[in-house]
Antibody, heavy 120, light 108 residues
Framework: QVRLVESGGGVVQPGRSLRLSCAAS????????IHWVRQAPGKGLEWVAV????????YYADYVKGRFIISRDNSKNTLYLQMNSLRPEDTAMYYC?????????????WGQGTLVTVSS | EIVLTQSPGTLSLSPGERATLSCRASQSVTSSNLAWYQQKPGQPPRLLIYGASSRATGIPDRFSGSGSGTEFSLTISRLEPEDFAVYYCQQYGSSPLTFGGGTKVEIK
C-alpha cells in the first residue's frame, strides 16, 4: 500500500537549517508530483511547496520562497525539503503528500508528519 | 493569492443530523478546482472531494460537494460518529495553493 514517512524534524535555533526527508513506497514515486504542507500547533493547513514528477518544476509559497528548497531523488524514492534561515513562525508539523492522479494539486495520500520547532 | 474563508468556525450537531459547511473564495476558483479534506486529531488530512463535487476513492456517499465560482459547500447528509472532525477546503486552480481556515464539526 502507499506509504509516506517523513523524518528529520526536531528543535532548531532561529537562523539555522534543517533538512526533512520523505521516504515513499507502494506506488510509482517517479510518476507523481509531491507536496509539502505544514500545520502549526493548533492551527490550519498551510501549503509550502510542490515538485513535479521529474523534479523539473518547483513552486513555493511566498513565505518560504528563497529560504526553502524542495528536491527529490527518484532513484531512492525520496523527497526532501531543505529549510534555511528558519524562523519561529516556521514551527509546525510538516507533511509530505502525494498528488492525486484524479486532480493535480490535491493530495490523496499523506505521511504522518515530522515536527519542526524553531526556538532559541 | 486566493483567500478561502470557511464558515462557521464551529458547527455543533448531533449524530444523524445534516451538516452544511461553507467555503467562500476571494476570487473565482479556476475550473471549480476546489477540494475538501477531513482531519481528525493526531492524523493527517484525508481527501474527501475534488473538482468541487467529485468524491475521492472510498468516500461514503453521505458526503457531497457543490458550488462554483466563489461559493462552495460540503454537505454531510447524516452525521456518523466518525464524521466529527475538522474540515478544510482547498483551491488548486491557481498558485499558490491555498487552504481555508477550517470548520470544526463537534458533537452537540
Amino acid at each position: 500500500q502507499v506509504r509516506l514517512v517523513e523524518s528529520g524534524g526536531g528543535v532548531v535555533q532561529p537562523g539555522r537549517s534543517l533538512r526533512l526527508s520523505c521516504a515513499a513506497s507502494g506506488f510509482s514515486f517517479s510518476s507523481y508530483g509531491i507536496h509539502w504542507v505544514r500545520q502549526a500547533p493548533g492551527k490550519g493547513l498551510e501549503w509550502v511547496a510542490v515538485i513535479s514528477f521529474d523534479g523539473s518544476k518547483k513552486y513555493y509559497a511566498d513565505y518560504v520562497k528563497g529560504r526553502f528548497i524542495i528536491s527529490r531523488d527518484n532513484s531512492k524514492n525520496t523527497l526532501y525539503l531543505q529549510m534555511n534561515s528558519l524562523r519561529p513562525e516556521d514551527t509546525a508539523m510538516y507533511y509530505c503528500a502525494k498528488e492525486s492522479i484524479l486532480a493535480a494539486g490535491t493530495s490523496d495520500y499523506w505521511g504522518q508528519g515530522t515536527l519542526v520547532t524553531v526556538s532559541s | 493569492e486566493i483567500v478561502l474563508t470557511q464558515s462557521p468556525g464551529t458547527l455543533s450537531l448531533s449524530p444523524g443530523e445534516r451538516a452544511t459547511l461553507s467555503c467562500r473564495a476571494s476570487q473565482s476558483v479556476t475550473s471549480s478546482n476546489l477540494a475538501w479534506y477531513q482531519q481528525k486529531p493526531g492524523q493527517p488530512p484525508r481527501l474527501l472531494i475534488y473538482g468541487a463535487s467529485s468524491r475521492a476513492t472510498g468516500i461514503p456517499d453521505r458526503f457531497s460537494g457543490s458550488g462554483s465560482g466563489t461559493e462552495f459547500s460540503l454537505t454531510i447528509s447524516r452525521l456518523e460518529p466518525e464524521d466529527f472532525a475538522v474540515y478544510y477546503c482547498q483551491q488548486y486552480g491557481s498558485s499558490p495553493l491555498t487552504f481555508g481556515g477550517g470548520t470544526k464539526v463537534e458533537i452537540k
